[in-house]
């Protein structure tokens, strides 16, 4: 008996101690360093509010988390859209195992290059004399190039989509690929039509899938700071580039306190949407 | 932000001779020192304008030691310079960041009575006078933070102590880039960054202590307020800056801000912005894609910025005279002939004159009409002759600067407000 448990203690040794150094420790150091106070040039121990009340009384702090979740749900809206129609074609039309593959993995070949890549590739897609204006002019669409293509929330939100998309594409289609084609058949059998086999068999079915995509694509837009720069022309911010803005500035403090914010913010985001559904149930 | 490496010595293999070294350093033999100073690598870091491979491979060739050389932006190197002193050698900051870094103790101060071409550094670093007429510019000048009373002092002093932060190396004066041929008219006013006749083709550098700067010459051409010092501003002075260009920016007056060299280029050379606070290279790169490009120089005068080489206050014995050695051939001329055919100038200009032709002299210092094709260090054409330089020659240039890069007293307000500007 004993020596099971001491068995037990070192089976999981390893991974304990792994997410102690690599996960638990730095993020106490982030949450110890947030009470610090900075000069100039460097960070001296303390525990103070300072960096929390400077955080929590500027209305700044409000509009760029505000700004933050815009991105975050337009994002959301249009990754879910757009992945569920991808993973359901893949899930349901095509009949083919091979095909099903084959297909899957070209959704990822763009993924095989430099995220920053991709997104920067937008920029001169998307300018004042890029390919989009010429093109619409060409077509005599319209007479003057279209100012709002680059450096404006459109074409964040577009990076965003682009860029997370996938995201959203796998769970979905990993779920959609788990449920039993009998109960389609037996949804049609009782004379549903196809949309309400998709809205009361399908989309239940794959709540988890959209679930697990939905945390994906809300963190990595919530933490995003370089595709916000770059494809906004440093015009908006949001919370990643607050971060990165004092970081810069050697104001280490601050930034751990917005980080810190940051990652509450965050954590009651997917508490509430892990409410909606028990993921660990369903997987 | 780039890292360039370069082929290294590793540090356990100076250890390993730094036994012969010790040996060489009691027993005076240049033969021998000649054989170590090849084991010698020295690491510099600094921004990618004086950061150079052309200069490494040089000091390899010349003074026999290996000088490996890692570019950041500014505020890279502040941070590093004030939190990782034992990351370099030697920093190739700027005058203001020195402001922000010295009272970390992390850079010694150098020896003026070892360094051959003091006597000949410009007024501008020793007295604050480029000629003995002229009146000192706002901000912070390079000599107010260039000399410290001894080898351990962290005040700065405001004589010549012979105890130097800095040594300079390369300095400019700045004004706004623009593109002529889009704009079709005469640019001579700061203001005209805010003319709503360029709503949306405006942009201003999104470095908080450079742009505040940009936007005060602004401000002042207005004719909205006019600065005691525009390098120390009061809380009210930042709002009433910043507060300005947040209007002008909700506006659309700007298409976008830029951080890094190449987003300046790009934006300039796409056409996307045809006005905006550039830096000379820049405008060399947008004309070497055969794009016309200005760097206007404006009635209200420049906004200047000096850099310098620092050393690490972990630096001595061999490695630190090995320092010092460097910095000697650095103002020897090669260097400064190599960075004033970029456009930029020297801070010894005479030893540099020896290292270019009597043309490019003419055309880069003396403001002459180029006699022949102007060409820089890499063989791209800048001008053809019968052209002259913007702005003239280097007294009515470095003689009209209005400001220099700066901290302020309230830097760490200024930042707030500057990020408030960004997410407006």
Redesign the interface.
Known sequence: MRNNSVIGWLLAAPLSLVLLVFLVAPIAMIVVVSFWGATEWSIYPAFQFDNYTFLLTSDVTYRVYLNTLKYAIITWAFTLLIGFTVAYYLAFHIRSLTWQIALFLLCTIPFLTSNIIRMISWIPFLGRNGLANQALISWGVIDEPLEWLLFSDFSVILAFVHLYTLFMVVPIFNTMMRIDKSLIEAAVDAGASGWQTLWHVIIPLTKPGIMIGTIFVVALVMGDFITVRFMSGSQSANVGRMIQNDIGLLQYPSASATAVILLVTVLLLIGTLLRFVDIRKEL | MTTISKVRYSRRSILKTGGAAVAAAALPAPMVWGQETKNITLRQFGTGVSNLNDVAMKVKEDLGFTLEMTALDS??V??RA??QPDSFDIADIEYWICK??W??GNLQAMDTSKIANYDKIVGIFRDGKLTPESTIAQGTAPHTVGFVEGPGGTEFVDNESGWMTLIPTIYNADTLGIRPDLIGRPISNWSELLNPEFA?KA?IL?I?SIGIMDMAMVVESMGEYTYPDKGNMTKEEIDLTIGIFTEA?KNGQ??????SFDESV??MA???VVIQSMWSPAITAVKSQGIPCVYQPLEEGYRSWGGGIGLSSSLSGMELDAAYEYINWYLSGWVGGYLMRQGYYSAVPETSKAFMSENEWGYWFEGKEATDVITSPTGDTLAQAGETRDGGSFEERMGAVACWNA?MDE??YM??KW??F??A
């Open positions: 505020d890279s502040t941070q004030a939190t922000k870094v009272p970390t949306g942009s999104d908080s920016k700007f298409r976008a801000f830029w951080k790009n934006l796409s056409g996307e901290v830097n760490q930042v707030r990020n408030e960004i997410a």
